[in-house]
Protein backbone atom coordinates (compact mmCIF):
# COMPACT_ATOMS: atom_id res chain seq x y z
CA UNK A 1 0.00 0.00 0.00
CA UNK A 2 1.34 3.10 -1.26
CA UNK A 3 -0.09 6.67 0.26
CA UNK A 4 0.40 10.45 -0.70
CA UNK A 5 -0.99 13.85 -0.17
CA UNK A 6 -1.50 16.57 -2.46
CA UNK A 7 -2.50 20.34 -3.25
CA UNK A 8 -4.02 20.92 -6.41
CA UNK A 9 -2.72 24.32 -7.78
CA UNK A 10 -4.71 24.39 -11.42
CA UNK A 11 -7.40 27.32 -11.41
CA UNK A 12 -10.45 25.34 -12.05
CA UNK A 13 -9.68 22.22 -9.97
CA UNK A 14 -10.43 19.06 -10.83
CA UNK A 15 -13.01 19.83 -13.60
CA UNK A 16 -14.38 17.17 -16.51
CA UNK A 17 -10.97 17.53 -18.68
CA UNK A 18 -8.46 17.33 -15.97
CA UNK A 19 -10.78 14.00 -14.15
CA UNK A 20 -10.27 12.31 -17.78
CA UNK A 21 -6.35 12.81 -17.63
CA UNK A 22 -6.52 11.22 -14.34
CA UNK A 23 -8.37 8.56 -14.77
CA UNK A 24 -6.63 7.51 -17.94
CA UNK A 25 -3.50 7.37 -16.27
CA UNK A 26 -5.20 5.29 -13.26
CA UNK A 27 -6.98 3.42 -15.51
CA UNK A 28 -3.86 1.69 -17.21
CA UNK A 29 -3.18 0.40 -13.85
CA UNK A 30 -4.38 -3.00 -12.19
CA UNK A 31 -3.91 -1.69 -8.73
CA UNK A 32 -6.67 0.16 -6.71
CA UNK A 33 -6.29 3.85 -6.77
CA UNK A 34 -8.44 5.75 -3.99
CA UNK A 35 -8.77 9.84 -3.51
CA UNK A 36 -9.91 11.17 -0.55
CA UNK A 37 -10.97 14.23 0.14
CA UNK A 38 -12.47 15.35 3.09
CA UNK A 39 -15.02 12.55 4.34
CA UNK A 40 -15.43 11.87 0.77
CA UNK A 41 -13.47 9.07 -1.69
CA UNK A 42 -13.72 8.53 -5.34
CA UNK A 43 -12.58 5.36 -7.09
CA UNK A 44 -9.62 7.25 -9.75
CA UNK A 45 -10.77 4.94 -12.70
CA UNK A 46 -14.17 6.29 -12.76
CA UNK A 47 -14.51 9.67 -14.43
CA UNK A 48 -18.16 10.15 -12.68
CA UNK A 49 -16.86 9.27 -9.24
CA UNK A 50 -13.65 11.40 -10.05
CA UNK A 51 -15.64 14.01 -10.64
CA UNK A 52 -18.26 13.85 -7.72
CA UNK A 53 -15.10 14.78 -5.88
CA UNK A 54 -15.70 18.37 -7.00
CA UNK A 55 -11.76 19.02 -6.09
CA UNK A 56 -11.21 22.84 -5.73
CA UNK A 57 -7.96 25.01 -6.53
CA UNK A 58 -5.88 25.24 -3.53
CA UNK A 59 -7.91 21.92 -2.06
CA UNK A 60 -5.90 18.70 -0.77
CA UNK A 61 -6.55 15.18 -1.63
CA UNK A 62 -5.21 12.20 -0.50
CA UNK A 63 -4.30 9.36 -2.69
CA UNK A 64 -4.33 5.63 -1.69
CA UNK A 65 -2.47 3.20 -4.23
CA UNK A 66 -2.80 -0.93 -3.47
CA UNK A 67 -2.21 -3.85 -5.39
CA UNK A 68 0.49 -5.41 -7.49
CA UNK A 69 1.48 -2.59 -9.51
CA UNK A 70 1.06 0.37 -7.08
CA UNK A 71 4.51 1.42 -7.28
CA UNK A 72 4.89 2.44 -10.78
CA UNK A 73 0.99 3.50 -10.43
CA UNK A 74 2.43 5.88 -7.81
CA UNK A 75 4.76 7.28 -10.00
CA UNK A 76 2.79 7.52 -13.05
CA UNK A 77 -0.13 9.42 -10.31
CA UNK A 78 2.32 11.65 -8.69
CA UNK A 79 3.75 12.75 -12.13
CA UNK A 80 -0.04 13.50 -13.38
CA UNK A 81 -0.64 15.56 -10.19
CA UNK A 82 3.19 17.52 -10.68
CA UNK A 83 2.46 17.91 -14.58
CA UNK A 84 -0.83 19.09 -15.12
CA UNK A 85 -2.49 20.29 -11.65
CA UNK A 86 0.87 21.86 -11.02
CA UNK A 87 -0.07 19.81 -7.38
CA UNK A 88 2.48 20.40 -4.53
CA UNK A 89 3.12 17.17 -2.47
CA UNK A 90 1.92 17.35 1.26
CA UNK A 91 3.82 16.79 4.40
CA UNK A 92 1.30 14.43 5.87
CA UNK A 93 -0.33 11.49 4.69
CA UNK A 94 -4.15 10.19 5.68
CA UNK A 95 -3.76 7.89 9.00
CA UNK B 1 -25.08 -22.80 -24.51
CA UNK B 2 -27.88 -20.88 -22.99
CA UNK B 3 -26.51 -17.71 -24.86
CA UNK B 4 -29.83 -17.61 -26.47
CA UNK B 5 -31.54 -16.69 -22.76
CA UNK B 6 -29.63 -14.02 -22.06
CA UNK B 7 -32.23 -10.52 -22.62
CA UNK B 8 -30.03 -8.28 -24.87
CA UNK B 9 -31.65 -5.01 -24.87
CA UNK B 10 -30.94 -1.89 -27.39
CA UNK B 11 -30.44 1.19 -25.63
CA UNK B 12 -31.29 5.05 -27.09
CA UNK B 13 -29.72 8.21 -26.15
CA UNK B 14 -31.28 11.37 -27.59
CA UNK B 15 -29.25 14.53 -28.50
CA UNK B 16 -29.46 16.96 -25.24
CA UNK B 17 -29.97 20.32 -27.68
CA UNK B 18 -31.39 21.00 -31.29
CA UNK B 19 -28.57 21.13 -33.42
CA UNK B 20 -25.87 19.57 -35.80
CA UNK B 21 -24.16 16.47 -34.64
CA UNK B 22 -20.49 15.92 -35.65
CA UNK B 23 -17.71 13.60 -34.90
CA UNK B 24 -16.11 13.53 -30.96
CA UNK B 25 -12.95 13.21 -33.47
CA UNK B 26 -14.09 16.72 -34.69
CA UNK B 27 -14.11 18.53 -31.65
CA UNK B 28 -11.06 21.31 -30.86
CA UNK B 29 -10.16 20.04 -28.16
CA UNK B 30 -7.56 17.15 -27.80
CA UNK B 31 -8.97 15.70 -24.57
CA UNK B 32 -12.42 15.25 -26.40
CA UNK B 33 -11.60 14.24 -30.09
CA UNK B 34 -8.73 11.53 -28.58
CA UNK B 35 -11.42 9.88 -26.62
CA UNK B 36 -9.79 11.14 -23.26
CA UNK B 37 -13.33 11.19 -21.25
CA UNK B 38 -15.15 8.53 -23.28
CA UNK B 39 -16.74 8.21 -26.82
CA UNK B 40 -19.73 9.91 -28.34
CA UNK B 41 -20.21 12.47 -30.25
CA UNK B 42 -20.62 16.43 -30.23
CA UNK B 43 -23.79 18.63 -30.63
CA UNK B 44 -23.47 22.09 -32.52
CA UNK B 45 -26.08 23.51 -30.71
CA UNK B 46 -28.58 26.26 -32.52
CA UNK B 47 -30.64 26.95 -29.38
CA UNK B 48 -29.67 27.06 -25.69
CA UNK B 49 -32.12 24.56 -23.95
CA UNK B 50 -30.37 21.23 -23.05
CA UNK B 51 -32.83 18.69 -22.68
CA UNK B 52 -31.88 14.95 -20.49
CA UNK B 53 -30.61 12.76 -23.18
CA UNK B 54 -31.97 9.66 -20.84
CA UNK B 55 -34.34 8.55 -18.17
CA UNK B 56 -32.07 8.35 -15.07
CA UNK B 57 -30.25 10.23 -12.15
CA UNK B 58 -28.50 13.53 -12.06
CA UNK B 59 -24.89 12.01 -11.34
CA UNK B 60 -22.62 15.50 -10.97
CA UNK B 61 -23.83 19.15 -11.67
CA UNK B 62 -20.35 21.07 -11.70
CA UNK B 63 -20.13 24.70 -9.93
CA UNK B 64 -19.46 26.43 -13.31
CA UNK B 65 -23.14 24.94 -14.70
CA UNK B 66 -21.36 24.04 -17.68
CA UNK B 67 -21.22 20.27 -17.64
CA UNK B 68 -23.69 17.67 -16.42
CA UNK B 69 -23.03 13.89 -15.59
CA UNK B 70 -25.67 11.97 -16.16
CA UNK B 71 -26.58 7.91 -14.79
CA UNK B 72 -29.21 6.35 -17.09
CA UNK B 73 -31.30 4.07 -15.32
CA UNK B 74 -29.04 0.86 -16.80
CA UNK B 75 -25.43 2.32 -15.22
CA UNK B 76 -24.58 4.01 -18.43
CA UNK B 77 -22.90 7.23 -17.68
CA UNK B 78 -23.47 10.08 -20.03
CA UNK B 79 -21.66 13.82 -20.10
CA UNK B 80 -22.91 16.46 -21.43
CA UNK B 81 -20.22 19.25 -21.81
CA UNK B 82 -21.34 22.49 -23.20
CA UNK B 83 -18.78 24.69 -25.38
CA UNK B 84 -15.15 24.35 -25.13
CA UNK B 85 -12.91 25.85 -22.31
CA UNK B 86 -16.35 27.24 -21.02
CA UNK B 87 -15.29 26.53 -16.88
CA UNK B 88 -13.75 29.44 -17.79
CA UNK B 89 -17.16 31.25 -17.43
CA UNK B 90 -17.55 30.58 -14.09
CA UNK B 91 -21.51 30.08 -14.45
CA UNK B 92 -21.72 32.92 -16.68
CA UNK B 93 -24.42 32.52 -19.36
CA UNK B 94 -25.57 29.29 -17.97
CA UNK B 95 -28.69 28.23 -15.49
CA UNK B 96 -29.04 25.09 -14.23
CA UNK B 97 -32.69 23.57 -13.14
CA UNK B 98 -31.27 20.24 -11.77
CA UNK B 99 -29.28 19.10 -8.90
CA UNK B 100 -27.09 16.65 -7.98
CA UNK B 101 -28.66 13.35 -7.19
CA UNK B 102 -32.09 14.19 -8.95
CA UNK B 103 -34.05 11.62 -11.33
CA UNK B 104 -34.59 13.02 -14.71
CA UNK B 105 -36.87 11.74 -17.60
CA UNK B 106 -35.78 11.66 -21.03
CA UNK B 107 -36.34 15.47 -22.41
CA UNK B 108 -36.52 17.40 -18.99
CA UNK B 109 -34.92 20.67 -18.65
CA UNK B 110 -31.15 20.64 -17.64
CA UNK B 111 -29.76 23.86 -18.15
CA UNK B 112 -30.29 26.85 -19.70
CA UNK B 113 -27.40 28.11 -22.15
CA UNK B 114 -26.78 31.73 -23.28
CA UNK B 115 -25.06 30.71 -26.53
CA UNK B 116 -24.96 34.74 -28.05
CA UNK B 117 -22.80 35.09 -24.91
CA UNK B 118 -20.45 32.36 -25.25
CA UNK B 119 -20.21 33.12 -29.55
CA UNK B 120 -19.51 36.84 -28.34
CA UNK B 121 -17.06 35.84 -25.61
CA UNK B 122 -15.14 34.02 -28.47
CA UNK B 123 -15.74 30.46 -27.03
CA UNK B 124 -16.96 27.35 -29.42
CA UNK B 125 -20.27 25.52 -28.75
CA UNK B 126 -19.33 22.34 -29.57
CA UNK B 127 -20.93 20.41 -27.12
CA UNK B 128 -19.77 16.61 -26.38
CA UNK B 129 -22.02 14.37 -25.43
CA UNK B 130 -20.29 11.19 -24.34
CA UNK B 131 -20.88 7.91 -22.70
CA UNK B 132 -17.68 7.90 -20.03
CA UNK B 133 -17.78 4.05 -18.95
CA UNK B 134 -17.72 3.15 -22.76
CA UNK B 135 -16.29 -0.54 -21.92
CA UNK B 136 -19.37 -1.14 -20.32
CA UNK B 137 -21.57 -1.27 -23.80
CA UNK B 138 -21.47 -3.04 -26.65
CA UNK B 139 -21.99 -2.32 -30.50
CA UNK B 140 -22.21 1.55 -29.99
CA UNK B 141 -23.58 3.26 -33.20
CA UNK B 142 -23.03 7.10 -33.76
CA UNK B 143 -25.72 8.89 -35.85
CA UNK B 144 -24.64 12.38 -37.76
CA UNK B 145 -26.31 15.09 -38.82
CA UNK B 146 -29.26 17.15 -37.97
CA UNK B 147 -30.77 16.72 -34.35
CA UNK B 148 -34.19 18.04 -32.20
CA UNK B 149 -33.46 17.99 -28.86
CA UNK B 150 -35.36 15.59 -26.60
CA UNK B 151 -36.37 13.31 -29.81
CA UNK B 152 -33.45 12.76 -32.38
CA UNK B 153 -31.15 9.49 -31.56
CA UNK B 154 -27.52 10.54 -31.44
CA UNK B 155 -25.45 7.56 -29.67
CA UNK B 156 -27.18 3.76 -29.58
CA UNK B 157 -25.75 0.72 -27.93
CA UNK B 158 -26.62 -3.05 -26.69
CA UNK B 159 -26.28 -3.78 -22.98
Known sequence: ?95 | MFDFLKIKKHFEVVSPMDGEIIPISEVEDDAFSQKMLGDGVAVVPTSGLVLAPVDGKVAQVFDTLHAYGICSDNGVEILIHVGINTVELKGNGFKSFVSNGQKVKKGDKIAQVDIDLLKEKGYSLQTPVIITNIDSVKNPGYHLGNAKSGQTVIISYDK
Not at chain 1, 17 to 24: F, N, Y
Not at chain 1, 51 to 79: H, P, Y
Open chain 1, 1 to 95: MRRFSYTINSENGIHARPAGVLVKAGSQFKSDIILYKGEKHANAKSLFSVMGLGVKDGERIDIEISGEDEDSASENIEEVLQNYFRAVKAEETLA
